[in-house]
């Protein structure tokens, strides 16, 4: 069967299009894949002790699992984004994705000596989304952080102005003034070796979610905030 040929002004869009699906699957799925890499050479580290430090390596093991999860899980997330089709939204609660986001970075953070404040506020809230999809913006702005080489990361949660707001934070180099307004451009970076893809991908996902996202930096500090006024304030049943 002949390959469907597409029109001539139609071709530059389409490769356009498909080189930014290629970017956006390297950098969504790097970082699952480093945590994979991280929490096996530690189980192999205390495996090999003497004695095993069994307890710590099933641990490990288990980080390394759901990092597996996640990677196909962001595959998947980001060829439904690419084929336009709906998100699977289902309820649940929004710091229990910031924990599962900040359980599978545990050991790059570790490893690059950053120190990690957790402030979370929102224990009664939940988001009607896609659960993959929340993570992947909270993942994105929490490795740009680190990338920023920082002392401190802090994660904060509240409601603020009768919005669930997360904001992730560091003390790190600040985005200079300059180049603040394309940082969201699909395919521009600032990083050597950058995709260009995670900034773009977040605000595609946020305005999805009807939500919002911006940033505010100064001199060692940045912070990325997200908005969300569509929750669900729940109350825990009592056993």
Not at 26 to 45: D, I, S, W
Not at 137 to 156: C, G, K, S, Y
Not at 193 to 201: D, P, Q, R, S
Request: glycine share 6%; with cysteine; hydrophobic share 45%.
């Amino acid at each position: 069967m002949a390959s469907m040929q597409l029109p001539p002004d139609l071709r530059p869009a389409r490769i356009n299009a498909l080189g930014e699906f290629a970017a956006s699957i390297a950098h969504e799925v790097k970082q699952p894949l480093a945590a994979v890499k991280l929490n096996a050479e530690a189980c192999m580290a205390l495996l090999e002790q003497d004695p095993p430090r069994i307890a710590e390596a099933q641990a490990a093991l288990r980080v390394l699992m759901q990092a597996s999860v996640a990677a196909g899980d962001m595959v998947r997330s980001l060829h439904g984004m690419a084929c336009q089709s709906a998100p699977e939204r289902t309820l649940f609660p929004i710091d229990d994705a910031v924990r599962e986001v900040l359980q599978l970075l545990r050991a790059q953070l570790r490893q690059r000596g950053i120190t990690v404040q957790e402030d979370l506020g929102l224990t009664h809230c939940q988001l009607q989304a896609d659960r993959v999809q929340l993570m992947q913006v909270i993942m994105n702005l929490v490795l740009n952080a680190i990338e920023a080489q920082p002392r401190t990361l802090t994660l904060r949660t509240a409601l603020l102005n009768g919005a669930a707001h997360i904001v992730v934070a560091d003390d790190g180099a600040g985005i200079p003034a300059e180049l603040a307004g394309r940082i969201y451009e699909p395919l521009f970076s600032t990083k050597p070796g950058g995709t260009g893809m995670g900034l773009a991908i977040c605000r595609r996902i946020v305005q999805a979610l009807a939500g919002r996202l911006w940033h505010s930096s100064g001199a060692g500090s940045t912070a990325f905030h997200l908005s969300f006024k569509e929750y669900t304030l729940w109350i825990p049943s009592r056993s």
